[in-house]
């Protein structure tokens, strides 16, 4: 399962961008494979254009990406977190960002960040000074409410979808039963029929025994034994009616409903 299969991609960008506008945290969603989902939210430059703007900052923002669980501290100095999306136990993607301070920047430190990563020192300080600086415990609630929100909404939208399936669905097995039950009460008005005329033909037969005497008596057992069926058969029929009616009656019922 997909979370493209059945959430609303673009109620889940107006949740992560409302969490990024509130807390100042950036944000970004994706799937199972690692594929973003959505289009980040208030990602900082000294991330995108100078960490991951080098081919060394991006491989280690990349594995930090893949490997990175709850709140932590970035290779970079920054506070990241990576929450998962899951639902019914399988695990569909995740919610990773941050890129906040938990205090001031240590210069010193990211002095020495830059000289790895290849980078003008000057302008990463320059950089990180723009980085919002938030209390980590802040930070950790921060995320954990993003992660009680995106994992609400996910199992919503799929119950509403899954519950549109099984209407539609209902509706359709409705629609059959209730042609089912107009042919077996046309099937059975036709039995009935034929019931009668088995009737007739079991009376007219047993006058005729009457009439030639004892040379038609073993016809007359026929006609009798056909006239006994005919009776249990319309015994049967006018069951199948009843029977008939009350799912018919359930279905209005319902319907209706």
């Known amino acids: 399962m997909k979370l493209i299969d059945f959430m609303d991609m673009a109620h889940l960008q107006k949740i992560q961008d409302a969490f990024s506008d509130a ?17 980040g939210s208030n990602f900082t ?19 930090c990406d893949a490997t990175g669980q709850g709140t932590y501290e970035c290779h970079a100095g920054l506070m990241d977190f990576s929450i998962d999306i899951v639902l019914n136990g399988e695990k569909l993607g995740k919610m990773i960002g941050g890129q906040v301070l938990p205090q001031e920047p240590d210069e010193d430190k ?14 990463y300080i320059r950089a990180v000074k723009k980085v919002p600086v938030r209390p980590e415990k802040s930070i950790r609630a921060a995320a954990a409410l993003l992660d009680d929100v995106v994992n609400r909404a996910v199992l919503q939208e799929y119950m509403d979808k ?26 059975t008005r036709e039995l ?17 025994t009457a009439r030639v005497g004892a040379v038609g008596a ?22 199948i009616t009843e029977d008939a009616n009350m799912i018919s009656d359930s279905i209005n019922k319902m319907n209706q409903t």
């Open 23 to 39: 807390t100042g945290l950036a944000a970004i969603a994706v799937d199972a494979e690692g594929n973003y989902i959505t289009k």
């Open 45 to 63: 430059d000294f991330c995108m254009k100078h960490t991951r703007g080098c081919s060394e900052g991006a491989k280690r923002c990349q594995k």
């Open 110 to 123: 990211f002095t020495s960040i830059a000289q790895e990563l290849g980078i003008d020192p000057a302008q």
């Open 162 to 187: 899954t519950e549109y399936q099984k209407i539609h669905v209902w509706e359709e097995e409705l629609a059959n039963a209730t042609s089912t039950v107009a042919r077996i009460k046309e099937n």
């Open 192 to 208: 009935q029929s034929i019931a009668s005329k088995q009737t007739i033909m079991a009376l007219n037969a047993s006058i005729e």
């Open 218 to 239: 073993g016809f007359g057992i026929i006609a009798k034994q056909m006239g006994d069926f005919s009776k249990l058969s319309a015994d049967i029929y006018k069951k």
